[in-house]
């Protein structure tokens, strides 16, 4: 890297002062105002990781009473009511609070480290969005504490959800909880696509993009596809609750099928928008453990992109036992089978990476592993799923549930944790304790398979999901006590990374930059890296900037006196433009409270709508004033 | 009985070879994936110390052999899958073809959280009403018209066939074909609320004898009651609003909100399969039926315990 810079005035600057410029130029205000200001996609980031393990934590509570109520038959530990509640706070918690903002917020964090940019675009988009995220989780977990919790299950059919059947405010809470989470969803995925598309470093090609950024996108917009569906859903209901409107009622000319069918057209793909960020972080893990680029790039980027697209062309294999026509739902069968060709390569792909490398099995290669033996037989049960008539015995039973842990836990919460290990470091300068990690990986393995193997079997002898208690008698006794148990090796599991973390934070290994020998650029800078993410924008040769020379090159031209990005085109990273970028600032969060208390007295009178417009109106006037002087002369 | 692994009906048979046929090809699938990963990781074990980064150029013979590998194994898949979907299509249209001609026809409808099941004769006076327990002739060709009253339930007897949800609004029709002799559990397999985990049922397959036998005595009139306790447990029923919700055949308690217990007496079990028919249990229910199944749709009478005994004498001379 060049030791002195051009500053805006024509003297020549040294590294250190350079950075200090940047320090200055990009910093948040001290203190509260800071942090309810900030704009920086790492503090955010950080937020939004924090916030979903801390919802990761809850609805692993529920989990595990849910367990020991079933470890027995007839167990009176809890009452059919709070199970129902438990189930539903299970279910809603870790689909929406939890599995799809950890993953958003991954990229939200790595994202612009990883294409060499300073910042996430449209970051008061970014910043509304957590707040958005943060009332819509604090509702949910009000309400069960006050025991208003929802209890319709986290796909809440109608008739059972509508106004006749679930009366009180439980099922208002749950909707409009889908309607704030989903609206700070589509939020991060606008800035993140944006981000992706626009901001990557020059010469950062499409075909050079790493293949964690590449699931991103995926997943992105995915987002932008699937989520407004749910919102619609929501909000249907929440009219025929509040309003009297009939979307849902049959005996109106509604029909409670279309429910499902809107429902199931996000809550397909909500599995793959969970599980394609998880698969790219498998990639970058074996690519730097393995050490060697990912084998078949291009085909592991038309996966992703394959599945992406099957997965909107699915949903139906949901309700294969509604009795819907039956030449349709073999199309549903053939779409289900054929989206596992892509994901059966992409995990032909790591394997034989790791074949044709030199692995080192440290922790977070561990936890690939583990994804790799688990997850597959997830995939595998869900081809068994896809056919109608097996399907007819399976749905809804403990097989299902056997199904879809094996594949979230195993196909997201695996490479989640590996991914905890992996950049951990650069998130906090310290390394995790290995060793530690290792008991923890065997712990959760063990336990995970303890737990949820024997459910396969149980569905199959005839358990239904979601009974809150079994007779005696059925055989279910002994399967249930022993996944009670295998529960109870998760909790420890989760326990132990809880203590690693908290020690590594204290007293861990100093990780300095690049402590793996990875290819990725986020590799390129400090850990944790500085407010400004790179004091020089990195120039891309190739696809693995970090292993391809020992000395990165990099750009000059953007001013260090002014926030400055640079834009490149879409396909060949090429520079296009300066953009200089917003100065932080309250109005997010002021509009975020506006919209949420909009959303809240929405859930007792409709009028808060046509009331609540106002404050959002001004909030939202504010935030988007017209730029002042200083702006526009950073523009010319 | 109450298993898919135990394939006793035409249409479980019939979907019991999908599973198998699963199992063998998913498994052989995993198996191979496994002795993949584990090929690869024995390899480099002795040399994982040093490490160098491998070459970054990609046409070494490896990597060419490597790719031939991986179209193999695209093909694989996908005559893999293609065998899944074509045994899953064809056994679809065996399932639609299964019992076409109905022998028994009945109506079977839902409510949270217990069954009623009607056998629909053509001539009305032998017209059969009863709850939670179904009995068949074996070998019978079974027609089922499935509805709901409330929410969405879904009609499971694993033995016997997959499931069918009973969504509102949409009646729909159901087939069985039970080839042995036997007791069937079901269970309602869609949550529909509070008492989803007791809102189980009963399909007793008999001898067309038996079965005949069965019904000619769910078409009689229980007789009329003469022991004193029986007499005053009658009283209690009338007087204790019981008959506001269930109907009794030869008496005045004609309501259909609850189960019909003109012969509740002559079924296994109680409350949808949640305890067994009894005189305990049966006591036990009435006293306090919020204890024993909370939030079912029955309320707490209050009755002293003479009473309570009276109306278990009663119900049980209802055979």
């Given amino acids: ?636 | 009985m109450h298993s898919a692994l135990q394939a006793l009906g035409v249409h479980a048979q019939h979907i019991d070879l999908v599973w198998r046929t699963m199992l063998w090809i998913c498994g052989l699938m995993y198996l191979l994936v496994i002795a993949f990963l584990i090929d690869a990781i024995r390899r480099r074990r002795d040399s994982q110390s040093v490490a160098p980064r491998v070459e970054l150029q990609s046409d070494s013979p490896q990597v060419r052999r490597m790719s031939i590998v991986l179209g193999g194994w695209i093909g694989l898949m996908t005559l893999g899958l293609f065998a899944l979907a074509l045994t899953s299509f064809l056994t679809d249209r065996a399932l639609v073809h299964a019992a076409a001609e109905p022998q028994v026809s009945l109506k079977i409808t839902a409510h949270q959280w217990w069954w009623q099941i009607e056998y629909t004769d053509p001539d009305p006076s032998r017209h059969v009403r009863t709850a939670n327990e179904i009995h068949l002739p074996v070998g019978a060709q079974v027609h089922a018209e499935l509805a709901s009253d409330d929410v969405i339930h879904s009609f499971w007897v694993p033995n016997l066939h997959g499931k069918r949800d009973l969504i509102p609004g949409r009646p729909a029709e159901f087939r069985l074909q039970p080839l042995q002799p036997g007791r069937y559990r079901g269970q309602c397999a869609e949550f529909c609320g509070l008492q989803h985990a007791h809102m189980a049922l009963e399909i007793v397959v008999e001898s067309q004898q038996d079965y005949a036998a069965w019904y000619e005595q769910q078409l009689a009139t229980p007789p009329a009651v003469s022991e004193a306790r029986a007499a005053r447990g009658q009283q209690v029923f009338f007087t204790s609003a019981c008959n506001l919700c269930h109907a009794i055949a030869g008496t005045d308690a004609a309501a259909n909100y609850g189960p019909d217990l003109s012969h509740v007496a002559s079924r296994r079990m109680l409350a949808a399969g949640t305890l067994p028919n009894d005189s305990e249990h049966l006591r036990r229910w009435l006293e306090n039926p919020q204890r024993v199944k909370p939030g079912n749709r029955m309320p707490v009478v209050s009755l002293g315990p003479d009473d309570l005994d009276a109306l278990v004498a009663y119900l049980g001379t209802l055979r």
């Fill in chain 1, 1 to 636: 890297m060049s030791a002195r810079n051009p500053s805006l005035d024509g003297e020549w600057l040294d590294e250190a002062a350079t950075h200090e410029r940047l320090r200055r130029t990009w910093r948040d205000a001290p203190g509260l105002w800071g942090a309810l200001t900030t704009l920086d996609h790492k503090r955010i980031g950080l937020r939004y990781i924090v916030t979903a393990f801390g919802f990761f934590a809850l609805a692993g509570i529920a989990a595990f009473v849910m367990r020991l109520q079933l470890a027995h038959a007839e167990n009176e530990l809890v009452g059919p009511d709070l199970y129902n509640q438990l189930f539903t706070m299970h279910g809603s918690t870790m689909m929406f609070l939890f599995a799809v903002p950890i993953m958003q917020a991954a990229g939200i964090y790595l994202v612009p480290l990883m294409v060499g940019t300073r910042s996430l675009a449209f970051p008061r988009l970014l910043s509304f969005s957590y707040w958005i995220y943060l009332s819509g989780g604090l509702l949910l977990w009000v309400a069960f504490f006050l025991n208003i919790g929802p209890d319709a299950g986290w796909f809440a059919y109608v008739p059972l959800s509508g106004p006749q059947y679930a009366p009180g405010k439980r099922v208002d809470i749950w909707a409009q909880m889908i309607t704030y989470t989903e609206l700070s969803s589509i939020a991060v995925a606008v800035s993140t696509i944006a981000t992706i598309l626009k901001q990557r470093a020059p010469g950062m090609a499409l075909n050079r993009v790493p293949l964690f950024v590449w699931a991103i996108l995926v997943m992105s917009f995915m987002v932008l596809f699937a989520m407004p569906s749910v919102m619609i859903t929501s909000t249907f209901l929440l009219m025929d609750r509040l309003v009297g409107t009939h979307f849902y009622n049959p005996a109106e000319g509604g029909d409670a099928l279309l429910w499902q069918h809107l429902f199931w057209f996000f809550g397909h793909p909500e599995v793959y928008i969970i599980f394609i960020p998880a698969l790219g972080m498998v990639s970058s893990i074996v690519a730097t453990f393995a050490r060697r680029p990912v084998f078949a790039y291009p085909l592991m980027v038309l996966s992703l992109l394959a599945t992406g697209l099957f997965a909107f062309g699915l949903w139906v294999h949901h309700m294969f036992a509604t009795g819907l026509p039956r030449l349709g739902n073999s199309f549903y069968t053939a779409a289900s089978m054929v989206i596992s060709i892509p994901t059966g390569i992409q995990i032909f792909g790591w394997i034989a990476t790791l074949w044709l490398g030199r692995p080192r099995f440290t922790t977070p290669l561990l936890f690939v592993g583990g994804f790799i033996v688990v997850f597959v037989i997830g995939g595998l049960t869900g081809v068994m799923l896809a056919s109608v008539p097996l399907d007819l015995q399976l749905h809804d039973t403990y097989f299902v549930v056997a199904h879809f842990h094996y594949v979230l836990i195993g196909g997201a919460v695996f490479p989640l944790l590996g991914a905890v290990y992996y950049w951990f470091p650069k998130l906090t300068g310290r390394l995790l304790d290995e060793r530690l990690g290792k008991v923890n990986f065997w712990l959760l393995f063990i336990g995970f398979n303890v737990t949820f193997l024997p459910m396969h079997y149980l569905g199959l002898a005839g358990m239904p999901r979601r009974v809150y208690t079994y007779s005696a008698g059925l055989g279910w006794d002994g399967l249930n006590l022993l996944e009670t148990g295998g529960a109870v090796l998760i909790a420890l599991s989760m326990l132990l990374l809880a203590i690693n973390i908290v020690r590594s934070l204290r007293s861990g290994a100093a990780a300095g930059a690049n402590p793996w020998d990875a290819d990725t650029l986020e590799w390129a800078t400090p850990s944790p890296p500085p407010s400004f993410n790179f004091a020089h924008i990195p120039l891309v040769t190739g696809s693995h900037p970090l292993w391809e020379s020992e000395r990165l090159r990099v750009m000059r031209g953007l001013q260090l006196d002014k926030r400055e990005l640079v834009l490149t085109s879409v396909l060949d990273a090429q520079p296009d433009l300066r953009e200089p970028l917003v100065p932080p600032t309250i109005w997010p969060l002021l509009a975020a409270l506006a919209v949420g208390g909009m959303f809240l007295a929405s859930i007792f009178t409709p009028w808060a709508v046509i009331v609540g417009a106002v404050p959002i109106a001004i909030t939202l006037t504010a935030w988007f004033w017209p730029k002042g002087k200083a702006e526009e002369e950073a523009e010319q």
